[in-house]
């Protein structure tokens, strides 16, 4: 039987759609200067001395305007502990100490996410486990569930994406894909868009 079509653990497709389903590290590197982690919001921090809170993403432009307020001091910010911090595989941690938080912020971790790419949700992932003999729909709402997806595709499972899927390009545009091929060729199109 043909398996080409199949995703399989650890191959250059499955690999980019874990990057491109990750966490969104580098997105808060403004409060935490890591790619190893993110900070679960809300969260406190003190930039240049004054206190802010961050309740979303958009909270971020805050602290650059602090930064922004004069080119002569040296800029710093302070995340106030105890904090939740979220790994690019979607486990969580709470830091209580600096020294926690220095431990955690020293990985070996690249960043290496695609975020600015997108998939569009629902995704459908027909699945076949050869051991029980069992064929089954695996419907993907979110990254989160993507990335657990693939990060559990065992050999004994056959998975195949159920296309056509759209990808969103980090300009917004929306790409459909029939195969994997041209998933694969979407993702890295836009790779070096994400820097």
């Known amino acids: ?17 874990m990057k491109v389903a990750q966490n969104p590290v580098s997105a808060d590197n403004i409060i935490d ?18 206190e802010i809170t961050i309740d979303t993403d958009a909270d971020f432009v805050l602290v650059e305007d602090v930064f922004n ?18 790994y690019a595989d979607y486990t969580e941690e709470v830091i209580n100490t600096q020294q926690q938080w220095l431990q955690a912020s020293s990985c070996n971790e690249s960043g290496g996410g695609l ?23 695996v419907v993907v709402d979110d990254n989160m569930e993507l990335y657990g997806f693939l990060n559990n595709l065992s050999d004994s499972v ?5 296309y056509p899927v759209v990808v969103l390009s980090p300009d917004g545009d929306e790409i459909s894909v029939t195969d ?10 836009f790779e070096n868009l994400c820097e």
């Not at 039987?1 to 759609?17: I, P």
């Not at 307020?69 to 979220?86: F, G, K, Y």
């Open 33 to 50: 200067s890591t790619d190893c982690f993110s900070v679960k919001q809300p969260v406190v921090v003190t930039a240049n001395g004054q």
């Open 1 to 17: 039987r043909d398996t080409s079509g199949n995703l399989t653990s650890g191959s250059e497709l499955a690999v980019k759609m």
């Open 180 to 189: 994997n091929e041209e998933l694969l060729n979407a993702i890295n199109q």
């Open 158 to 162: 056959l998975a195949a994406i159920a």
């Open 69 to 86: 307020q004069s080119q002569q001091d040296v800029d710093e910010v302070q995340v106030q502990l105890p904090v939740t911090i979220v």
């Open 115 to 137: 975020t600015c790419i997108a998939f569009e949700y629902p995704l459908s992932v027909n699945t076949f486990d050869t051991v029980n003999q069992i064929a089954d729909v």
